[in-house]
């Protein structure tokens, strides 16, 4: 089955910054997670995102997080204040019959 | 939400079956057992996954005995190319996918 699509897959910023990664379906989904994975460590689960809506949600997920789906297609997780500890690589994945099909990823790096 | 537990790492050689259990003794009616793969910096990939019995595919086959208490990931003949992450996922249509640790397969030449 076709994975979802990331972008940008490398993004650099500035500790304060905010960034937003996205997610582009290959067709019509609608039940999405987000994932991070810091170097070296295990995939952790942020949000689940089922009909424009969250989910279930983890204690990493806190107000400096948010999910959208701004124009019913692309699928957005925003950081609002980045920090040293944000750097991860953050997977997009689709979900279809208790499997998820995963993006390539974002590279987040903050300086 | 099923609990998993899988060795941390194993060794094989090349052209060897490798097969790996994972243990998750509360598993609930509606639970699938599913494991994923994942390469260094590259997302988790599907393989395989199942309900009870046996299931195979072109990639790996999964047994899980009649109390699904466990599974084991059974690969055939495997080449430097399976040296990887493999994470075992056990979870129902409403609970969200929850990945452990995941066992480190190396495999030498």
């Known amino acids: 089955e076709p994975e979802v699509t990331q972008t940008p897959s490398h993004q650099v910023t500035q500790m304060g910054q905010e960034v937003i990664l996205r997610c582009v379906p290959i067709s019509n989904h609608l039940y999405f997670y987000w994932y991070r994975q810091i170097l070296g460590q295990k995939v952790e689960f942020l949000v689940s995102?089922?009909?424009?809506?969250?989910?279930?949600k983890s204690e990493i997920f806190d107000d400096q997080f948010s999910v959208e789906r701004p124009d019913g297609s692309n699928f957005t997780l925003k950081i609002r204040s980045t920090k040293l500890e944000d750097s991860a690589m953050y997977f997009c994945?689709?979900?279809?019959?208790?499997?998820?099909?995963f993006g390539s990823g974002t590279q987040l790096s903050v300086l | 939400l099923a609990k998993t537990t899988q060795p941390i790492s194993m060794d094989s050689y090349e052209g060897q079956e490798v097969n790996i259990t994972c243990s998750h003794n509360n598993i609930a009616t509606n639970d699938y057992i599913t494991w994923y793969q994942q390469f260094p910096s590259q997302g988790p990939r599907f393989i395989i996954q199942?309900?009870?019995t046996k299931v195979t595919n072109e990639v790996a086959s999964l047994f899980i005995p009649a109390d699904r208490k466990s599974s084991t990931l059974s690969l055939p003949r495997v080449s430097l190319s399976d040296t990887a992450v493999y994470y075992c996922l056990v979870e129902g249509s409403q609970g969200n996918l929850i990945f452990g640790k995941g066992t480190k397969l190396s495999v030498k030449p």
């Open positions: 994945a689709r979900r279809t019959n208790e499997k998820l099909f």
């Open positions: 995102f089922y009909n424009n809506e969250i989910s279930e």
């Open positions: 199942g309900y009870k």
